[in-house]
C-alpha cells in the first residue's frame, strides 16, 4: 500500500492533540513542536526557489531565502542547485539562507532568516532542546559564519529591511564549532528555559558584520565575504526528566520512581544506594534514611538533558490497623457494622475493602455498615502512602440462638371452642426458659418458667381485656449452650 506523504502527515497533525490528550507526560518530551520540521510538506512541488513553496514556513524580512526540492526540475532541486550540491539530511528537501554578507547592495549587512510558528506555546520555566542541522553551499562567496542561530519569541518577528534583526537568539552555534564543511551536514544544538509564551523560531545569523565570526573556505569570484548554508530537520523538544513526586517508604517497602519510559532518552540516576537500577526510567528505591534522589534524563539524538530531583522520606515503623465489629456473629438476614481505625496522623485515609468497597476520609477511624457473614480485610492508605491491613472474619449464629428454632403466635382467642384459645412456646431446644406477657402499661399478666405452661389469657383466674400484649423470652440452647432472648407483640381476640 502506497501511502500519501502529505496526508499522513495531515493524519498526524491532526491526531497528535488526542494522543497527547490520553498519554501526557508519556509523549510530551518526545513531539517535537516544529511543523514541518524537515521541510517536506509543500504546497507545490516549487517551480522556483522561494520559501513560501514549503509549508509553515516564512520570511521574516525582505530577503529572500530558498527552498529545495528533489520533485523540481528548475534550479532549486535536491541534490544539485545553483548553490551547490547536497542530499537532504532526511527525506527529499531542505531551505537555504544567506547568513552572511557584506556586500553593499541592498544592504551593507544583508542577512536572510527563515521563520515559523510553533505547534505549541512553550511554558515558562520549563526546558526545551533545539537542534537543526546545517551544510555550506559551495557555489557561494568562499566563507563560512559561526554565528547562526535560533530566536524564540511570543510574536512572529518582521522587518522592511535586509538587515540583521536586533535579536538574542537563545541557541546560538558555539565558537567550537566551526560551520565550514561543504560535505556533510553539520549540527546545532542547546537547550533553554523557557520564559513562557514564544510561539516563533526564528533562525539565521543575528550579529552584525563587526561581531560575526567568519572562517575564509575557498576563493570566490566575488570581491565581497558571503556564505550561504542549508538548513534542514528543525526540531524543538519539551525536556522533562520526570523523577516524580516526593513519596514515603513504609515498613521497609519500596516505591517506584520516575515516569514510564520514554524512547530516545537515556536515564542516570544518583545516589545509588537504595535503587534497584541507576540506569532505566522508573527504579525501585528501598532506602534506610531519607534521601534525595536526583535523575539526569539526556536526549540520545542532540545530548540536551535535564536534571530532575525527588525526595523519599523513609518511615521507620509504619501505622497499624485494627477493625472491630458490632457483632462477630449474624443471624441469617442480618446485617453487621464495622469500625475500622488505623494509628497514624496523615490525613486523608483511603479505605479499600476486600469486596471492592472504597472510601476517604480526613478521620483515622470509619464506621462500615452492612456487612454479612464472611470474611474481610481493609487497607487503609494514609497521605504518606503507607499502608496498614487488618481482617475479621463474621460467622453465622445458630438458628436456636437467632429464635429461629421456637415459634410463638402473633394472635390467639381464648373463647374455649378448643382452637387457639392458649399462647404457648412451640419447637424444641431451649432450656432454662423464663417467658412473660406485659399489658400496653407493661405491667406483668403472665410469667412461666418451662413451655408446659402456657398463658390462657387470664389474670388471676379473670380474663383479661382484648388487646395487644407484649411477650418476652429467654433461655439456652441446649445444642450450643448459647443465650437466646425472644420479643415480640400478640394479639388477644375473643
Not at 486523608?348 to 474481610?376: D, R
Not at 379473670?462 to 425472644?486: A, D, W
Amino acid at each position: 500500500m502506497i501511502l500519501n506523504y502529505t496526508r499522513l502527515k495531515n493524519l498526524v497533525k491532526y491526531y497528535l492533540p488526542i494522543i497527547a490528550f490520553f498519554f501526557g507526560d508519556i509523549c510530551a518530551s518526545q513531539i517535537n513542536l516544529v511543523p514541518n520540521s524537515d521541510f517536506e510538506q509543500m504546497n507545490i512541488c516549487p517551480p522556483g526557489s522561494l520559501l513560501s513553496y514549503s509549508k509553515y514556513w516564512i520570511n521574516p524580512t525582505q530577503s529572500s531565502p530558498d527552498y529545495y526540492n528533489g520533485c523540481s526540475g528548475s534550479v532549486n532541486r535536491v541534490p544539485l542547485n545553483n548553490s551547490g550540491f547536497q542530499n537532504a539530511h532526511s527525506g527529499n528537501a531542505y531551505a537555504g539562507l544567506a547568513p552572511f554578507s557584506d556586500y553593499f547592495w541592498p544592504s551593507s549587512e544583508f542577512r536572510e532568516y527563515i521563520q515559523t510558528q510553533l505547534d505549541s506555546t512553550l511554558k515558562k520555566g520549563e526546558t526545551y532542546c533545539v537542534t537543526f542541522y546545517v551544510s555550506l553551499a559551495n557555489y557561494w562567496g568562499g566563507y563560512a559564519v559561526n554565528n547562526i542561530g535560533a530566536y524564540f519569541s511570543p510574536l512572529a518577528v518582521s522587518s522592511t529591511s535586509y538587515d540583521s534583526l536586533p535579536y538574542v537568539p537563545q541557541i546560538i552555534n558555539p565558537s567550537t564549532n566551526p560551520l565550514t564543511d561543504t560535505s556533510a551536514w553539520m549540527e546545532i544544538s542547546g537547550q533553554f528555559k523557557a520564559q513562557g509564551g514564544e510561539q516563533y523560531i526564528t533562525i539565521g545569523n543575528f550579529n552584525g558584520n563587526a561581531t560575526s565570526d567568519t572562517v575564509f573556505v575557498q576563493n570566490s569570484t566575488h570581491s565581497y565575504k558571503e556564505s550561504y548554508y542549508y538548513i534542514d530537520d528543525v526540531s524543538v523538544i519539551h525536556l522533562d526528566a520526570g523523577a516524580g513526586k516526593a513519596m514515603y517508604v513504609c515498613n521497609g517497602l519500596g516505591v517506584t520512581l520516575g515516569r514510564p519510559n520514554r524512547p530516545g532518552l537515556t536515564y542516570s540516576w544518583y545516589p545509588a544506594t537504595g535503587l534497584s537500577d541507576t540506569a532505566i526510567a522508573q527504579p525501585v528505591a528501598t532506602p534506610k534514611v531519607t534521601t534525595t534522589y536526583y535523575l539526569s534524563a539526556t536526549l540520545i539524538s542532540s545530548g540536551c538533558s535535564k536534571t530532575d530531583s525527588v525526595t523519599v522520606y523513609y518511615v521507620p515503623t509504619g501505622p497499624s490497623a485494627a477493625l472491630s465489629l458490632s457483632d462477630s456473629t449474624l443471624c441469617s438476614g442480618k446485617n453487621g457494622t464495622a469500625m475500622a481505625v488505623i494509628n497514624s496522623t496523615a490525613s486523608p485515609y483511603a479505605y479499600s475493602w476486600s469486596g471492592g468497597a472504597y472510601a476517604t476520609s480526613t478521620s483515622p477511624q470509619m464506621n462500615f455498615e452492612n456487612f454479612k457473614t464472611g470474611s474481610y480485610t481493609v487497607t487503609i492508605t494514609d497521605a504518606q502512602g503507607c499502608a496498614a491491613t487488618a481482617s475479621t472474619t463474621i460467622t453465622a449464629k445458630d438458628p436456636c440462638e437467632c429464635g429461629e428454632d421456637v415459634f410463638i403466635a402473633n394472635v390467639f382467642s381464648p373463647n374455649n371452642d378448643g382452637k387457639n384459645d392458649v399462647l404457648a412456646i412451640e419447637g424444641n431446644g431451649l432450656t432454662n426458659i423464663y417467658w412473660g406477657v406485659f399489658d400496653r402499661w407493661g405491667n406483668l399478666v403472665f410469667e412461666a418458667y418451662d413451655q408446659m405452661h402456657p398463658w390462657d389469657g387470664a389474670l388471676k383466674g379473670s380474663s383479661v381485656e382484648v388487646g395487644v400484649y407484649m411477650y418476652y423470652l429467654r433461655g439456652t440452647c441446649v445444642k450450643t449452650n448459647g443465650s437466646v432472648s425472644l420479643k415480640g407483640n400478640v394479639s388477644l381476640i375473643r
